[in-house]
């Protein structure tokens, strides 16, 4: 079965950092492009970054040049480390398989990231 987990949410102040974890499984990790998303609270899900089979990476324009995507493929996981949080970033954070403009339908529950002082 698919499984996408992700970890590593919380509560930090304006200007801290955190890094995000999505552990996958149930498909060839290797061969796939991998992107987060995020949901703030009453609005839609938004992309926000990508990695993907080729090495490319994208940004979305919010979080260019805090948010940093990785990958390790041998331990089919996806990063995003994520420095100089603004209240703005408040929100759950998703791992999805695919790129900016094609996705598959698989789902985790997602990690709560609350940005306050």
């Known amino acids: 079965e698919v499984q996408l987990v992700e970890s590593g949410g919380g509560l930090v102040q304006p200007g801290g950092s955190l890094t995000l974890s999505c552990a996958a499984s149930g498909f060839t990790f290797g061969d796939s492009d991998m992107s987060w998303a995020r949901q703030a609270p009453g609005k839609g899900l938004v992309w926000i970054s990508g ?39 408040t929100a759950v954070y998703y791992c999805r398989r695919g790129s900016r403009l094609i996705v598959y339908p698989y789902w985790g529950q997602g990690t709560q990231v609350t940005v306050s002082s």
């Open 51 to 89: 990695i993907y089979k080729n090495g490319s990476t994208e940004y979305g324009d919010s979080i260019k040049g805090r948010f940093t995507i990785s990958r390790d493929n041998a331990k089919n996981t996806m990063y995003l480390r994520m420095n100089n949080l603004k209240s703005e970033d």
